[in-house]
């Protein structure tokens, strides 16, 4: 099975959702849109899925053209994070229900229910009815609901958003399980880069309405073709600083200057940009290649065992996750420490010109 999208587009009242997008999607695959807010993900879907017809190009299911075939007709499922449940049937029926409309066995469908219900922590909850559920409970019978159903494709829309800490977790473990069992082609949207690597798979990049970037999740992460796939793939955002590279020397825009080593040395003169994740700014010195910025602090935050740091340096506003807990005052002065091998290099139009050497090593 495959589902191909052939320069499908959407526009909407003359503002465009997705521009032209070319994609093939293979059966028994795992394939996350990841992307902020408004970015394209559910207009993809709903794309994909039939509920709405593109404004240009073609949607085709191994081969065929079902650009105007109906939802009905296409063996969808879909799951959103504004669950959907039949508040008249009980958690059992609600989930057996796509089941019995195919005509699928007594004995199968009380099979698959349980086996279901006991992945998704709904077991002693299958005798009530969904308004008798909590929200993520909801939400975990839809979800049962559209994972029984044998689709060929199933769409996801952030369906693990309103459940806690402890489920969503677990859930992202075993999904990808589910999936390699089932066949069909999984289509999971979300807005966290630790999820995408969580599921693995393949991962699509959007922003604004673009695939970015389509390829093995891991991949993409490593290698991101440009800057804007970096920011995406980087919670908080990849950081950036301006440098010139000058015969053997780099220079900063800050004015660091320093010996082009590494993977600096190959670049021929002229503008780049330097990018690199939150997570490898350090407050003491890895190494002694290192690089050393001088940042005011802006404010931290505590997220348990790590420490977001807002910084500023020399006008760019960088953001560190360092490992502790660190109580800084604001407006203090901070030296952090880069490593060169979480370096990523771009070229003026933001296409990636060299990898960071840890990733093209990994």
């Known amino acids: 099975m495959t589902l191909q999208l052939e320069n499908v587009s959407k526009v909407v009242s003359g503002r465009t959702h997705i521009y032209p997008t070319d994609l093939t999607l293979q059966n028994g695959t795992m394939n996350v849109l990841l992307g902020p807010t408004l970015a394209g993900k559910t207009t993809l879907m709903r794309l ?5 017809k593109p404004s240009s190009g073609r949607i085709r299911w191994n081969g065929e053209d079902v650009t105007n075939v109906r939802v009905q007709d296409r063996g969808v499922a879909m799951v959103y994070q504004q669950f959907i449940n039949y508040p008249s049937m009980t958690v059992y029926d609600n989930i057996a229900s796509s ?18 219900a006991e992945l998704m922590k709904l077991t002693p909850m299958l005798d009530r009815k969904p308004l008798q559920l909590s929200g993520g409970q909801q939400q975990r019978c839809a979800l049962a609901r559209a994972l029984v159903k044998n689709a060929g494709l199933v769409l996801l829309d952030e369906p693990l958003a309103n459940l806690d800490y402890k489920l969503r977790e677990e859930l992202r473990i075993e999904i990808p399980k589910i999936f390699e069992e089932s066949g069909s082609i999984f289509v999971y949207a979300t807005t966290e ?24 999740t891991l991949g993409v992460y490593r290698q991101p073709v ?14 950036f600083l301006p440098f010139e590279k000058r015969g053997g020397h780099v220079v900063f825009a800050d004015g660091l200057d320093v010996k082009a080593t590494g ?61 502790g807990v660190h109580e800084f005052e604001p407006g203090r002065s901070l030296d ?24 093209a090593a990994a």
């Open 226 to 239: 440009d800057a804007t796939t970096a920011r995406v793939f980087s919670d908080p955002p990849m950081n």
């Open 263 to 323: 993977q600096f040395t190959a670049l021929a003169d002229g503008r780049y940009s330097a990018g690199f994740r939150p997570n490898h700014l350090a407050l003491e010195r890895p190494g002694p290649e290192a690089l050393a910025f001088d940042t005011t602090l802006s404010v931290s935050e505590l997220t348990g065992s790590e420490t977001f740091i807002h910084l500023d340096h020399h006008g760019q506003r960088w953001v560190g996750l360092v490992h």
């Open 193 to 216: 880069p630790e999820e995408a690597l969580l599921l693995g798979g393949n991962t699509a990049t959007l922003w604004e309405g673009r695939i970015t970037q389509f390829g093995p």
């Open 99 to 116: 089941m019995r409309l195919s005509g699928r066995p007594a004995d199968e469908i009380d099979r698959q229910v349980r086996k279901t």
């Open 48 to 52: 994909m899925a039939g509920l709405d």
């Open 336 to 359: 952090v420490y880069l490593s060169l091998a979480h370096i990523y290099i771009f070229d003026g139009d933001g296409r990636l010109v060299a990898p960071a050497t840890y990733a």
